[in-house]
Nanobody, 123 residues
Protein backbone atom coordinates (compact mmCIF):
# COMPACT_ATOMS: atom_id res chain seq x y z
CA UNK A 1 0.00 0.00 0.00
CA UNK A 2 1.44 3.33 -1.07
CA UNK A 3 1.62 5.89 1.69
CA UNK A 4 2.15 9.58 1.13
CA UNK A 5 2.90 11.98 3.95
CA UNK A 6 3.06 15.70 3.36
CA UNK A 7 4.84 18.24 5.51
CA UNK A 8 6.02 21.82 5.43
CA UNK A 9 2.78 23.74 5.41
CA UNK A 10 2.53 26.75 7.67
CA UNK A 11 1.53 30.39 7.89
CA UNK A 12 3.61 32.63 5.65
CA UNK A 13 3.41 36.26 4.59
CA UNK A 14 2.52 37.24 1.07
CA UNK A 15 5.61 37.43 -1.11
CA UNK A 16 7.36 34.73 0.86
CA UNK A 17 8.46 31.24 -0.12
CA UNK A 18 7.73 27.78 1.19
CA UNK A 19 8.80 24.27 0.32
CA UNK A 20 6.44 21.38 0.82
CA UNK A 21 7.67 17.83 1.13
CA UNK A 22 6.03 14.50 0.44
CA UNK A 23 7.50 11.27 1.73
CA UNK A 24 6.65 8.19 -0.36
CA UNK A 25 6.62 4.67 1.01
CA UNK A 26 5.14 1.29 0.18
CA UNK A 27 5.56 1.77 -3.54
CA UNK A 28 5.04 -1.47 -5.47
CA UNK A 29 5.27 -0.28 -9.06
CA UNK A 30 8.35 0.99 -10.82
CA UNK A 31 6.86 3.61 -13.12
CA UNK A 32 4.72 6.22 -11.52
CA UNK A 33 3.88 9.89 -11.46
CA UNK A 34 3.79 12.13 -8.42
CA UNK A 35 1.74 15.28 -8.18
CA UNK A 36 0.61 18.11 -5.99
CA UNK A 37 -2.97 19.27 -5.81
CA UNK A 38 -4.55 21.90 -3.63
CA UNK A 39 -7.98 22.71 -2.30
CA UNK A 40 -8.94 26.13 -1.03
CA UNK A 41 -11.92 26.65 1.28
CA UNK A 42 -15.16 26.42 -0.66
CA UNK A 43 -13.41 25.45 -3.89
CA UNK A 44 -12.77 22.26 -5.79
CA UNK A 45 -9.45 20.53 -5.63
CA UNK A 46 -7.14 21.69 -8.39
CA UNK A 47 -4.04 20.35 -10.01
CA UNK A 48 -0.80 22.13 -9.20
CA UNK A 49 2.10 20.17 -10.70
CA UNK A 50 3.30 16.65 -11.53
CA UNK A 51 6.57 14.86 -12.12
CA UNK A 52 7.34 11.48 -13.61
CA UNK A 53 9.44 9.46 -11.26
CA UNK A 54 11.90 7.87 -13.67
CA UNK A 55 12.44 10.53 -16.34
CA UNK A 56 11.77 13.54 -14.14
CA UNK A 57 9.50 15.18 -16.69
CA UNK A 58 7.43 17.90 -15.10
CA UNK A 59 4.14 19.58 -15.83
CA UNK A 60 2.83 22.63 -14.01
CA UNK A 61 -0.59 24.20 -14.05
CA UNK A 62 -0.44 27.23 -16.33
CA UNK A 63 -1.41 29.85 -13.72
CA UNK A 64 1.30 28.61 -11.37
CA UNK A 65 4.11 27.99 -13.81
CA UNK A 66 7.12 30.06 -12.88
CA UNK A 67 6.14 30.47 -9.23
CA UNK A 68 5.73 26.82 -8.22
CA UNK A 69 8.31 24.16 -9.01
CA UNK A 70 7.97 20.42 -8.45
CA UNK A 71 11.00 18.21 -7.96
CA UNK A 72 11.87 14.78 -6.63
CA UNK A 73 14.65 12.97 -4.83
CA UNK A 74 14.64 9.41 -6.09
CA UNK A 75 17.13 8.09 -3.59
CA UNK A 76 15.17 9.31 -0.60
CA UNK A 77 11.73 8.85 -2.18
CA UNK A 78 10.72 12.43 -1.64
CA UNK A 79 8.76 14.88 -3.74
CA UNK A 80 8.92 18.61 -3.20
CA UNK A 81 6.94 21.66 -4.15
CA UNK A 82 8.84 24.91 -4.05
CA UNK A 83 6.42 27.82 -3.85
CA UNK A 84 7.67 31.35 -4.42
CA UNK A 85 6.07 34.80 -4.34
CA UNK A 86 3.15 33.40 -2.42
CA UNK A 87 -0.18 35.16 -2.56
CA UNK A 88 -3.19 35.03 -0.25
CA UNK A 89 -5.07 33.13 -2.96
CA UNK A 90 -2.51 30.32 -2.62
CA UNK A 91 -4.01 29.54 0.76
CA UNK A 92 -5.19 25.94 0.63
CA UNK A 93 -4.63 22.42 1.81
CA UNK A 94 -1.94 20.94 -0.40
CA UNK A 95 -2.10 17.24 -1.21
CA UNK A 96 0.49 14.86 -2.54
CA UNK A 97 -0.79 12.23 -4.96
CA UNK A 98 0.57 9.28 -6.92
CA UNK A 99 -0.47 7.04 -9.80
CA UNK A 100 1.02 4.37 -11.97
CA UNK A 101 2.26 5.58 -15.31
CA UNK A 102 4.84 7.84 -16.91
CA UNK A 103 3.03 10.90 -18.20
CA UNK A 104 3.09 13.96 -16.01
CA UNK A 105 0.73 15.87 -18.31
CA UNK A 106 -2.38 13.79 -17.55
CA UNK A 107 -3.91 15.46 -14.51
CA UNK A 108 -6.40 12.72 -13.66
CA UNK A 109 -6.17 9.10 -12.56
CA UNK A 110 -4.42 9.58 -9.25
CA UNK A 111 -5.07 6.64 -6.95
CA UNK A 112 -3.06 7.46 -3.88
CA UNK A 113 -3.39 10.55 -1.74
CA UNK A 114 -1.83 12.00 1.35
CA UNK A 115 -3.79 13.72 4.09
CA UNK A 116 -2.64 17.17 3.12
CA UNK A 117 -0.74 20.03 4.67
CA UNK A 118 -2.20 23.47 5.32
CA UNK A 119 -0.63 26.50 3.70
CA UNK A 120 -1.91 29.88 4.79
CA UNK A 121 -0.68 33.06 3.16
CA UNK A 122 -1.39 36.27 5.02
CA UNK A 123 -1.70 39.61 3.25
Amino acid sequence: QVELVESGGRLVQAGGSLRLSCAVSGRTFSSYVMAWFRQAPGKEREFVAAISWIAGNTYHADPLRGRFIISRDNANEMVYLQMNYLRPEDTAVYYCAAKQGSSARATNGYSYWGRGTQVTVSS
